[in-house]
């Protein structure tokens, strides 16, 4: 469950354009995600991934490529 709606939150809230106030938002889910027992190694992997580019993003003040930051 927790699997597809990280999908559903990188696609609308850390896509190709990129608004500063989604990225909080998405960071914050996950790390509540994270913080919940997850067995499933390879989704703990996905959220630490998600983390990391959301953080990534938000550390970021230029566009870069076709990701677009407003």
């Known amino acids: 469950m927790i699997r597809q709606q990280l999908q ?3 696609w609308e809230k850390v896509g ?3 608004r ?3 990225l909080k938002e ?3 889910q996950i790390k509540k995600w994270e ?3 997850v067995e499933d190694m390879e989704l703990r992997n ?3 991934v998600s983390r990391l580019i959301v953080e990534s993003a938000l ?3 230029k566009s870069l490529g ?3 930051v407003l």
């Open 66 to 68: 076709c990701h677009y």
């Open 8 to 10: 559903k939150l990188m």
């Open 35 to 37: 913080k919940q027992k």
């Open 46 to 48: 996905m959220l630490l």
């Open 20 to 22: 500063r106030r989604y």
């Open 16 to 18: 190709i354009v990129r």
């Open 59 to 61: 550390k970021r003040k």
């Open 26 to 28: 998405a960071l914050k």
